[in-house]
């Protein structure tokens, strides 16, 4: 017959749950690397939760050097995150943000910013980026099931099934819900055998009963401190930064980080010290607000089944995990999204070696 077309049933090289801030810049990565894959999505458009990052002005990482950045992560996260994050420093993350053509704004204490206050303008740039490399993208459609095969992954959504050689699982913590990040990836991840840490909030305020606190609310103050103290009275973790004055307790920047440090070494004994304004009040049962409301999730995929170097699972073969489905996090500015985009990128350059190496079985 003439013309007749050579239509083959391929795997896809690469499939990518999620098109949140560590899908996109996946995705990106593996179009510059002319990896063939293709993103799925829950929602009905890409990084709904990096549109809210920073009050809507998008914190994308921290302008210091990565041995700093490591630090102030802190332990068990720094020495898991290391590779990736020496592998992907901010610097490399800034040179990639302004590749897209994005104009930027670095604070003085190194914070990055686009330029325009607008978390939009990156998002739209990761999505036009896509468009013109002509990534296809699934929106609109949560994936339902992954099932490891011989010659690679059966990925499910609800009305169609995609042969994938990898897949990546992108698809956030379970804060903000509404921004599709529900846990999907957690429920995989246990269904293909790897432990899932206890998800807890991160990065969320403290509730206090204090009339003094409640009728402040509103106010902000810029250099607050909040100090966390153990059951001697001993500083074992300190911040400075914003304490804003809430109708149900405390928040702002230096709270979150004290907040941050207890969940993930244990609120049993400890104390917090928080001074704002000249007043100073010590919360002694911290009782943190809850998780959906939480700027980062503590918990997720153990660090322990998923190899920090490549982030293949060391069950699975072929699957990936990237960002906050994770159990990594960070303090506030711009290190989360900075671990998102740090372990995305470490997943597709492992996904390319093998791909190379014939690490699959056809
Ligand atoms: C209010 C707020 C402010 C923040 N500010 C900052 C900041 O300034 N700087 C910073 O560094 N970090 C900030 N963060 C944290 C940062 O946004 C997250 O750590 C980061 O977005 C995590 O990236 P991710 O790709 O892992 O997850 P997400 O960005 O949450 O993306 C996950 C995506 O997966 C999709 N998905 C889920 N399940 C499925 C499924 N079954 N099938 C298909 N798709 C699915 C979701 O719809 C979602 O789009 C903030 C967070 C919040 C909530």
Same mark, same amino acid.
């Given at each position: 017959? +003439?013309?007749?077309?050579?239509?083959?049933?391929?795997?896809?090289?690469?499939?990518?749950?999620?098109?949140?801030?560590?899908?996109?810049?996946?995705?990106?990565?593996?179009?510059?690397?002319?990896?063939?894959?293709?993103?799925?999505?829950?929602?009905?458009?890409?990084?709904?939760?990096?549109?809210?990052?920073?009050?809507?002005?998008?914190?994308?990482? +921290?302008?210091?050097?990565?041995?700093?950045?490591?630090?102030?992560?802190?332990?068990?996260?720094?020495?898991?995150?290391?590779?990736?994050? @020496?592998?992907?420093?901010?610097?490399?993350?800034?040179?990639?943000?302004?590749?897209?053509?994005?104009?930027?704004?670095?604070?003085?204490?190194?914070?990055?910013?686009?330029?325009?206050?607008?978390?939009?303008?990156?998002?739209?740039?990761?999505?036009?980026?896509?468009?013109?490399?002509?990534?296809?993208?699934?929106? !609109?459609?949560?994936?339902?099931?992954?099932?490891?095969? &011989?010659?690679?992954?059966?990925?499910?959504?609800?009305?169609?099934?995609?042969?994938? &050689? !990898?897949?990546?699982?992108?698809?956030?913590?379970?804060?903000?819900?509404?921004?599709?990040?529900?846990?999907?990836?957690?429920?995989?991840?246990?269904?293909?055998?790897?432990?899932?840490?206890?998800? @807890?909030?991160?990065?969320?305020?403290?509730?206090?009963?204090?009339?003094?606190?409640?009728?402040?609310?509103?106010? @902000?103050?810029?250099?607050?401190?909040?100090?966390?103290?153990?059951?001697?009275?001993?500083?074992?973790?300190?911040?400075?930064?914003?304490?804003?004055?809430?109708?149900?307790?405390?928040?702002?920047?230096?709270?979150?980080?004290?907040?941050?440090?207890?969940?993930?070494?244990?609120?049993?004994?400890?104390?917090?010290?928080?001074?704002?304004?000249?007043?100073?009040?010590?919360?002694?049962?911290?009782?943190?607000?809850?998780?959906?409301?939480?700027?980062?999730?503590?918990?997720?995929?153990?660090?322990?089944?998923?190899?920090?170097?490549?982030?293949?699972?060391?069950?699975?073969?072929?699957?990936?995990?990237?960002?906050?489905?994770?159990?990594?996090?960070?303090?506030?500015?711009?290190?989360?999204?900075?671990?998102?985009?740090?372990?995305? @990128?470490?997943?597709?350059?492992?996904?390319?070696?093998?791909?190379?190496?014939?690490?699959?079985?056809?």
């Amino acid at each position: 017959m +003439k013309n007749r077309q050579n239509l083959k049933h391929e795997p896809v090289p690469l499939a990518i749950v999620g098109g949140g801030a560590a899908g996109m810049f996946a995705a990106a990565v593996a179009a510059e690397r002319k990896i063939g894959c293709l993103v799925f999505e829950r929602k009905v458009r890409l990084g709904a939760k990096m549109l809210m990052t920073a009050n809507g002005r998008c914190n994308f990482t +921290k302008d210091i050097p990565a041995e700093q950045f490591l630090r102030d992560l802190g332990d068990p996260v720094a020495a898991w995150a290391a590779p990736a994050l @020496r592998s992907c420093p901010p610097q490399a993350i800034v040179r990639g943000v302004r590749s897209l053509g994005v104009k930027l704004r670095r604070m003085e204490d190194g914070r990055m910013f686009p330029d325009s206050g607008q978390a939009a303008t990156i998002v739209h740039a990761f999505g036009d980026l896509l468009r013109d490399e002509g990534v296809p993208l699934c929106v !609109n459609c949560p994936v339902t099931g992954i099932q490891p095969m &011989k010659n690679g992954f059966i990925v499910a959504t609800a009305s169609f099934t995609v042969w994938a &050689k !990898n897949v990546l699982v992108a698809t956030g913590g379970l804060s903000f819900p509404k921004t599709g990040s529900v846990g999907d990836g957690q429920d995989f991840a246990r269904q293909l055998g790897h432990r899932v840490e206890p998800c @807890r909030a991160g990065l969320t305020g403290l509730e206090v009963r204090d009339r003094a606190i409640s009728a402040q609310a509103g106010a @902000r103050f810029d250099d607050g401190t909040a100090r966390v103290l153990d059951a001697s009275g001993q500083t074992v973790f300190s911040s400075a930064g914003e304490v804003d004055c809430e109708p149900w307790g405390l928040s702002g920047s230096a709270v979150y980080n004290c907040q941050r440090w207890i969940a993930r070494h244990g609120y049993a004994g400890m104390s917090m010290e928080v001074s704002y304004g000249g007043q100073v009040t010590t919360l002694r049962t911290l009782v943190p607000r809850p998780l959906k409301e939480a700027i980062v999730t503590i918990g997720g995929v153990s660090r322990d089944d998923v190899d920090p170097v490549t982030m293949m699972s060391r069950n699975v073969p072929g699957l990936y995990f990237a960002g906050e489905v994770l159990d990594v996090d960070g303090p506030t500015g711009g290190y989360n999204l900075t671990l998102a985009f740090a372990t995305a @990128r470490a997943a597709v350059v492992s996904v390319q070696a093998r791909l190379r190496d014939g690490g699959v079985a056809w």
